[in-house]
């Protein structure tokens, strides 16, 4: 009679052939569940967060901010890392390097994102989000002992509207630039 349903050695086979298959499945279904950004409704929020959360790479904050003039609600806001604080540079990267996350603004104008890290961003929406005025949409600024975002520029141009922001330790602290000391 064959038995080797039973077999511990093929049982083991089975399993280790299969390993690598499992291991991409929960990496992939990782990436999906955990790559996604906030686009719950930050009116629900009852305070912004400014205590910061240790991520992969440090400390990092739960953003919210507004659009300001005649926005279209539903309209999307992305989030966009930049190397510098010139709308020059701003609007080159916008351009060619793609969002890390996005947000729907709600009736209110509202949106918000999650965990995110120090550095230089800029909050991008579409001139096609706007009914008439338009205006830039800006973080919520905050500063503590230990961490700050302040809004270093907003503007933009024929296809975009710019907030640009720097989240910051109270080590390093950005000139006009947006270089960090």
Known sequence: MNDTCCDPMVRFSLLYRSLPTLFSVIVFA???LGCNSHTG???DSTAPVFSPVIGLNGPCFDIEGRVRGDFIPGSNVTLHP???LNMGSILYEIRNIRPIAGSTVDEN???G???VSLGRYAFVTPMSSYRGQV????????ETPDYSLKVALQG???RY???AFSIQGSTGRADKAGRVR
Request: proline share 10%.
């Open 41 to 43: 409704d930050p009116a």
């Open 109 to 111: 104008g509202e949106f």
């Open 30 to 32: 990782g990436l999906l």
């Open 113 to 115: 994102f999650v965990c």
């Open 82 to 84: 930049v190397s510098s």
């Open 135 to 142: 205006g830039a949409p800006l973080p919520h600024e905050f």
């Open 161 to 163: 509207i710019v907030g």
């Open 156 to 158: 933009g141009d024929s």
